[in-house]
């Protein structure tokens, strides 16, 4: 009798050593998925921001200041646009005007 | 004497007997002891125990808030008009703060403050929170954080960012630094774009490393992305341009208005004078007001079209019917209504063209108030614009039964009643759109509208093609005339109201339009608030930025000419009358 108890005490400590590991082990897999889950978020506004910056260096205010000035491009206007239609039909309003 | 003569059973002290009650004195004390013991567990666990268990909760479970991304603002191409970005904001703890005259100055500095505002701040130390400056660029943040001044902390907030910036600070509008919509769609549409935060209940170690969740989490709800209808090429475009226009004629404001007809979508909605909503530091109630929906005026000439509309529709003239216009005047009782110089004999498209006043009026007279009235409301004066936008205004149109002749006389071109600049471009939809009032939208929908039947397809196209002989030799606006594109449209020149009557020097200019004419895609208006510089009239001012921004939104919009392309030389502008 006093075998058996001897064995249940040793499974009983087993299992409480285990227990012990295991949420040992929960809590520092908690903190690993916080961790990864905060950086997951860090990259989703670090993208948010790019977004922002990209779209504020493209804003037709600036585009059309470096066309002007870098590139030394015009507005286009009728005069100086061909225009084609899917159809493969002639093109009825196109010319060779210059301004 | 032997060590074994002493007999320890027979020590003294054992031969006296113990007393009993010692032994039960030390039983009761100890289960005294023991009872204690327990009536404390009982205390902890049964009888306090809600307070216990939350002291415990206290030391290491952590509520976190899980914030929601405020949504952002698209134009009707994808492109970002408002985001929320994270910026740091500086606070500091007044208890505990090292106070070093040195470290303090240069702390003021960085946060453009003098040293006593930041002492006001810091006075307080009873307080353990107070913010410094909220919102300030990560360069300054980071120079803070150099300083390593003990007490001064700083913590992330979303800040709005409004990339475009000034072309369209009013249709977007801005937040406050708790986020919350003030102007604008941030405003109407506050809701929608802030979600909800949600919540999360963790234990936290002594390292301040999550653990262990506890309990469901609440996730948050991040705000829905609101795509507008706005082009913001369009709309960058017809910025410049009557920025151009207020500043080349020394006007006080302006503002331009693009509509799809097709869907009724607004494209471009711009004022000048503007702001960035970024920087609001000192604004003005001139650059927040977003005239094109909250100023009113009378409409003047503009209304015309809708008078000889309804003359067509009730079969009282037909575009051909001539009118005596002479002598260029017409007497009313004690009024006088005159036209800017004497046309005679006029058919009434050319009354239109001419923008005669004695033509509309004589045409006006032949109806009933009633009928007036009706066609004023069905195209929506006198009502609240329906898009979301706060401080859209109703405008004035006083019930039929109280007008006398000579108000019915006036209103006919567009004087005694009062409209928006963008009451008066949706009211043109009925022109554009087949004589059918299309409902305008803010929000992009890309489907095309059905609106409420006004005028018969054949008289919006007549009215059409009065328009655009307003804008050929002979008209009034022969300015609004661009390249590639048939145009058509009405000007209009206001006497401002100042007080109880009108302002002799003070004017308002505008212009609106349908293009491309036979086939219309587009209705534009543009209003120019107190030219002064020497030219005011509609025609003059307005039909230029009008004529500009048509020629560009049509090729964005990618639709083909309808015109051969030739240099157009104006000869001669008919003098319009007001």
């Known amino acids: ?99 | 004497m032997s060590s074994r003569s002493v007999q320890y059973t027979s020590s003294p002290l054992l031969a006296s007997k113990t007393p009993i009650w010692r032994s039960q004195f030390i039983v009761a004390v100890i289960a005294a002891g023991f009872l204690g013991l327990v009536a404390r567990a009982a205390y902890v666990q049964v009888i306090d125990n809600a307070f216990f268990k939350r002291q415990g909760t206290v030391r290491f479970v952590r509520t976190l808030d899980l914030p929601a991304n405020r949504g952002r603002i698209l134009d009707r191409n994808g492109n970002i008009l408002a985001s929320s970005v994270p910026v740091p904001s500086i606070w500091a703890n007044p208890e505990d703060i090292e106070r070093d005259p040195a470290k303090l100055k240069a702390l003021a500095k960085l946060l453009g403050m003098t040293g006593p505002e930041l002492d006001k701040k810091l006075q307080d130390e009873d307080k353990i929170f107070v913010w410094l400056k909220r919102q300030v660029d990560e360069s300054i943040a980071k120079d803070i954080d150099a300083l390593k001044i003990k007490g001064v902390y700083s913590r992330k907030e979303y800040k709005r960012i409004y990339p475009e910036g000034e072309s369209v600070a009013h249709v977007v509008g801005f937040t406050n630094v708790e986020n919350l919509g003030q102007e604008g769609v941030e405003l109407t549409f506050n809701k929608d774009l802030g979600g909800k935060a949600g919540s999360r209940r963790v234990i936290k170690d002594r390292f301040g490393h999550v653990v262990e969740d506890i309990g469901e989490m609440v996730p948050p709800l991040d705000g829905q992305d609101l795509q507008l209808s706005i082009d913001s090429k369009v709309q960058y475009f017809a910025y410049e341009k009557i920025k151009e226009t207020v500043i080349a004629n020394k006007a006080a404001a302006g503002s331009v208005v693009v509509l799809d007809v097709k869907t009724g979508e607004v494209l471009a909605l711009v004022n000048y004078p503007s702001y960035s909503p970024g920087k609001r530091g000192n604004l003005s109630g001139a650059q927040l007001r977003n005239r094109a929906l909250t100023d009113t005026f009378e409409p003047g000439s503009t209304m015309k079209p809708l008078v000889v509309g309804l003359a067509l529709e009730k079969g009282l003239v037909k575009p051909e019917t001539m009118i005596q216009t002479a002598p260029g005047y017409l007497q009313m009782g004690t009024a006088k209504i005159t036209d800017s110089h004497a046309h005679g004999m006029l058919s009434v498209n050319e009354v239109i063209q001419k923008s005669s006043n004695v033509g509309t009026v004589k045409i006006a007279m032949q109806m009933q108030p009633h009928d007036m009235w009706e066609i004023f409301t069905q195209v929506g004066l006198g009502q609240k614009p329906q898009v979301p936008f706060p401080g859209a205004v109703t405008g004035r149109l006083r019930a039929y039964k109280t007008w006398r002749p000579i108000e019915q006389a006036t209103m006919s071109y567009g004087y005694g009643l009062s409209a928006s600049l963008f009451q008066l471009a949706q009211a043109y939809t009925v022109f554009a759109h087949d004589g059918e009032m299309v409902p305008v939208s803010l929000v992009k929908t890309n489907q095309d509208a059905t609106g409420a039947r006004v005028f018969s397809s054949h008289n919006a196209a007549a009215i059409r093609n009065m328009l655009h002989m307003v804008t050929i030799q002979g008209g009034t606006a022969p300015k609004a005339q661009t390249m590639g594109y048939s145009v058509g449209g009405k000007t209009g020149t206001a006497h401002k109201v100042e007080g109880k009557g009108y302002a002799s020097k003070k004017y308002r200019g505008f212009f609106v339009g349908i293009a491309p004419i036979d086939n219309p895609r587009i209705v534009v208006a543009v209003m120019v608030d107190e030219p002064s510089n020497g030219v005011y009239f509609g025609g003059d001012v307005a039909a230029p930025v009008f004529s500009q921004t048509v020629q560009q939104t049509l090729r964005m919009m990618g639709v083909q000419p309808d015109m051969a392309v030739k240099p157009q030389v104006v000869t001669q502008v008919e003098k319009e009358s007001f």
């Open chain 1, 1 to 99: 009798m006093s075998r058996v108890s001897f064995l249940l005490w040793l499974a009983v400590m087993a299992s409480a050593l285990y227990l012990v590991r295991t949420q040992y082990e929960s809590r520092s897999l908690t903190t690993e998925i916080d961790r990864a889950t905060s950086e997951a978020r860090r990259l989703e506004i670090e993208n948010d921001r790019l977004d922002v910056e990209r779209r504020a260096q493209a804003t037709p205010l600036r585009v059309e200041k470096l066309a002007r000035e870098q590139l030394h491009m015009r507005t286009i206007t009728p005069a100086i646009t061909q225009y084609a239609t899917v159809s493969g039909a002639a093109a009825p309003a196109s010319a060779e005007v210059h301004p």
